[in-house]
């Protein structure tokens, strides 16, 4: 066999990668040598993607001499294999990648085992090449440096963001959940998930840490670290986790503790977890303290919550809240509790400095969920979670394991099409979905409760401030193709276009009220004459106009996420057809967002909704978190509009613990911001969430089951499903 100097000849029959290191792990393309061809691990090969780089997903590759010599512990695959290799998918195969290394010093050539095809013995090689140093290489370091993916985005959309108030439940009442059950199953085997996640020392365990936390944002936290209760967001009803029961009793609000659970450690679960969780999270301004002024223990096995300002939301900032270990945190709790009662606050420098010793902590993992992190198994690639047969619902689990592969969407969908991957949650693009679909992989799509809009800038584009513009806008453009390209099946219009998620809008108004909403379906001849009657009329040019002044703007959208440039481009498009014209502007995210938030646009495309059951959230997410929070001001909408005050409406949907009452200023807010469209939602993010029911779990519900209304990300259905025994083995 001919070899080319992409690799090294070393022994008769193998080949070794030039520049590798015994001190990385097999599959890091190591050395900055001219051409090599690097092993990538099983559990982690790409699919028609590039590389990762040097600042990549999985943490970027040490940068060594291109003089770099081979030793003794490279990896090696045999030149038979190697000459095997067969085209792989998207058509490139070994040799078009080895060729083009032979031809670029900068290029960097990796491949990966693969399952074999069916029918077909041994194993199939997938090749990949990219450049260092280009595009396809690496990303912009200053892309990476904003930690906010894509697939994070997704996840963060579902819980408290900036100046956002986490919402409590809708209206509804508290009831116990049943015992884990999950009818006749299987014990044993094993679940596997995907989250990306850095190793040690970067990585740790330290759950009140701001950054490096592995599973940081993960479902599958739940699993070790879960809650009090878990709302249940078709029912309007709480099922109860470490928590048996709650009530309320004037202003005082008491959680009953399950009894007989233990941490991993041996040590018996009390509330003096729960009092330390919310002592020490004070520091991190847990949301809950603007409503509370005190928890305190009753007993072993109860924990009261005091408030000062008497509001519903308050439940959900404490039921939802995963709760860590007095172990660990409970002394500098303990410590925080004294510094507040002599009146330090957060800017105090003692609490600055204990909040400081609070993050460097770096402790052992811990569990009081059924399942416990084996940081002996924590690799690159992937991690283990065993059975913690002591913590909530310890017996009750089916799985021996969970098992956690590592990695970014480009990473875990190769993982999920070879079937390693039982349930993923990246945000896979449209292709991907229809590849899912194609190799008959069943494909989960629950409500996201948030999506793209348009903001317009209230003074930079002050043409707007004429409501008819806004809803000729909402009508020019077809919402439902917006979707459709973008998403398929995972993307939805609004029909209520209330300024929250249509699937709980029926939950907060009559239905004489629905019946009052505009859902601006497309209908250009309808925007037509909103224009007219505003005063624009269309030059020879077919560019509306009002007193020789032109609509002519620019619409600026974030270039990394690639659902909201599609819906931007969607727009513009649409509008510019129209007669509004459009220039789109992009750029990255870390750009994009402090550039909304400074006023630096005219139309921008940014999120309207949040993933939470009470609609306040979500109108402070389109009133407030692009527009009076930030110091520049945003779009600069003003939130009184006529007789309507939406900052007063926004506070009083939130007042005491009367659901029923709030309905009255979440109806007016949300027939307000029908007629006003403050802000346009395009529609409503769907999960494509992959689901393999063939290999290994079985027990997944029906489509159109309830608990797929609860998002994917925060009350998630499927960890859910994994503690109340729904999930198990094949």
């Avoid at 072993?300 to 809240?321: A, C, H, M, Q, W």
């Avoid at 991690?383 to 875990?412: C, H, P, W």
């Avoid at 099946?489 to 019946?515: C, E, H, I, R």
Wanted: with cysteine.
């Amino acid at each position: 066999m001919r070899l080319p100097p992409a690799v090294s000849p070393v022994r008769a029959g193998s080949l070794r990668c030039r520049g590798a290191d015994t001190r990385q792990p097999t599959g890091r393309t190591v050395g900055r040598v001219p051409c090599r061809v690097a092993r990538a691990p099983a559990r982690r090969r790409a699919l028609g993607s590039p590389l990762d780089g040097p600042d990549g997903p999985t943490g970027g590759f040490p940068h060594r001499h291109p003089d770099s010599y081979r030793r003794p512990g490279d990896a090696s695959v045999s030149a038979r294999k190697l000459g095997g290799i067969r085209r792989y998918g998207h058509g490139r195969g070994g040799r078009t990648h080895l060729r083009r290394a032979r031809r670029d010093p900068r290029a960097v050539v990796r491949f990966a085992p693969t399952e074999p095809a069916t029918g077909r013995q041994g194993t199939r090689y997938e090749f990949q090449c990219a450049k260092r140093g280009t595009r396809e290489g690496q990303m912009k370091k200053s892309a990476l440096s904003y930690s906010v993916t894509r697939r994070r985005f997704l996840r963060d959309a579902t819980l408290t963001s900036l100046g956002i108030v986490a919402a409590a439940c809708t209206p509804g009442g508290t009831s116990p959940s049943a015992s884990p059950s999950g009818g006749t199953s299987a014990k044993g085997g094993e679940f596997h998930g995907a989250w990306p996640y850095d190793l040690p020392p970067k990585g740790h365990y330290n759950y009140f840490a701001a950054a490096g936390i592995i599973l940081q944002g993960a479902i599958y936290v739940d699993l070790f670290q879960p809650p009090m209760a878990t709302w249940m967001w078709n029912d309007a009803k709480w099922n109860y986790m470490l928590a048996e029961s709650s009530s309320l009793s004037g202003n005082v609000f008491s959680v009953k503790l399950r009894p007989n659970i233990k941490w991993s450690d041996g040590s018996a679960f009390t509330s003096k977890d729960v009092v330390a969780t919310f002592n020490a999270g004070r520091m991190d301004s847990f949301t809950i303290w603007n409503y509370i002024n005190k928890v305190e223990a009753d007993g072993d096995l109860g924990v009261k919550f005091t408030y000062k300002t008497p509001s519903s939301l308050g439940e959900r900032n404490i039921l939802r809240v995963s709760i860590r270990p007095a172990s660990i945190y409970g002394t500098i709790a303990d410590r925080a509790a004294a510094l507040y009662a002599s009146g330090k606050d957060n800017t105090s420098a003692e609490i600055v400095a204990l909040r400081a010793e609070k993050e460097n902590l770096r402790p052992d993992p811990m569990s009081v969920g059924p399942y416990m992190i084996d940081k002996n198994s924590v690799t690159e690639a992937q991690l283990t979670m065993t059975r913690n047969a002591n913590g909530l619902f310890g017996n009750s689990v089916n799985f021996d394991k969970v098992i956690i592969y590592q990695g970014e969407t480009a990473q875990v969908t190769p993982l999920v099409l070879a079937g390693d991957v039982d349930y993923a949650t990246h945000g896979f693009p449209l292709a991907t979905d229809k590849a899912f679909v194609d190799a008959g992989i069943r494909v989960i799509r629950g409500p996201g409760y948030t999506g793209p809009a348009i903001y317009f800038h209230w003074e930079k584009a002050a043409a707007f401030q004429d409501k008819r513009l806004r809803q000729a806008v909402a009508m020019a453009i077809n919402k439902d193709e917006s979707a459709k390209v973008t998403y398929g099946d995972s993307a939805k219009t609004q029909k209520y276009m209330a300024g929250f998620s249509d699937n709980l809008v029926p939950q907060w108004l009559s239905s004489a009220d629905l019946g009052k909403l505009n859902a601006y379906a497309y209908d250009v001849t309808k925007a037509a004459g909103l224009m007219t009657a505003a005063g624009y009329a269309k030059g020879s040019d077919g560019v509306y106009a009002k007193d020789g002044k032109k609509l002519e703007f620019e619409m600026y959208s974030p270039s990394d996420f690639a659902d909201w440039s599609s819906a931007a481009d969607h727009a513009q498009k649409a509008l510019n057809t129209f007669g509004i014209k459009i220039v789109p502007r992009s750029a990255i995210r870390s750009q994009q967002l402090p550039d909304v938030n400074a006023g630096n646009f005219q139309i921008a495309i940014m999120a309207w909704g949040i993933g939470n059951p009470h609609p306040q959230g979500s109108f402070i997410q389109a009133l407030r978190t692009h527009n009076t929070i930030p110091a520049g001001g945003g779009m600069k909408y003003p939130l009184k509009q006529g007789n309507t005050d939406f900052d007063a409406l926004i506070v009083k949907m939130g007042d005491g613990f009367d659901t029923t009452a709030q309905k009255a200023p979440v109806t007016e807010a949300a027939l307000a911001f029908n007629d006003l469209l403050p802000v346009i939602p395009l529609w409503e993010r769907y999960g494509n969430n992959p689901v393999n029911d063939k290999k290994r779990v079985a027990g997944w519900k029906p489509d159109g089951d309830p608990v797929y209304k609860n998002p994917w990300s925060t009350d998630a259905f499927t960890t859910l499903m994994i503690m109340d025994g729904t999930l198990h083995k094949i």
